[in-house]
């Protein structure tokens, strides 16, 4: 049908939708010859990240925090201290050093159970860097920071970061495995 619209509804080559060569993921076509670009990060921690996490005192009882975890269906909260992100804790965490240890749960606070090393990425890395972390760092969850706030969390579980790492495919962390004397 070229040629039969007026010049400035002519889409030219570009009519057919199918974009043209060499066009870089993210871009658009619009009316005419002339690209509409957006900025859209492919594969980014935006697109798999949980986000609103929820967010809980370091001076919280872990029993407070367990129930907290239950109610909100989560299996990780952030950690904050002053207003600042102090850690990450996950339901595993909660078992291991309050029921495991035989600690008082009602005493123990979750700043206690808080793991060392906390691993943040920013929103707008790609998943690539985010699985090399985690397997550098042996961790399966990390916060996602937006501008120095935490706004969201990382599950190496997630599909999309499954092959991206060496050990993120496996369904146990290295630790746990090798505490169960898994080879």
């Given amino acids: 049908m070229r040629g039969l619209l007026p010049p400035w509804r002519d889409a030219g080559p570009f009519a057919s ?26 594969d980014s921690v935006r697109e798999i990240m949980t986000g609103n996490p929820t967010t809980v005192d370091g001076r919280e009882s872990v029993t407070s925090v367990a129930r907290t975890m239950r109610d909100d269906g989560v299996d990780v909260v952030l950690v904050v201290e002053g207003g600042a992100l ?35 990425v920013d929103i707008d890395d790609g998943l690539d860097n985010v699985a090399r972390l985690m397997e550098e760092n042996s961790v399966r969850q990390v916060a996602v920071i ?30 746990a495995r090798k505490s169960r004397g898994d080879s």
């Fill in 146 to 175: 937006e501008s120095g706030t935490p706004v969201g969390v990382v599950n190496a579980s997630d599909p999309r970061l499954q092959g991206r790492s060496g050990r993120i495919d496996s369904p146990t962390p290295e630790h």
């Fill in 86 to 120: 102090r850690g990450l804790v996950s339901d595993h965490d909660l078992v291991v050093h309050a029921l495991a240890e035989a600690a008082d749960a009602e005493k123990l606070t979750v700043a206690e159970v808080v793991r060392g090393g906390l691993v943040t």
């Fill in 17 to 42: 939708g199918r974009g043209v060569a060499g066009a870089s993921r993210g871009t658009r076509w619009g009316v005419g010859p002339w690209p509409i670009k957006e900025e859209v990060a492919m």
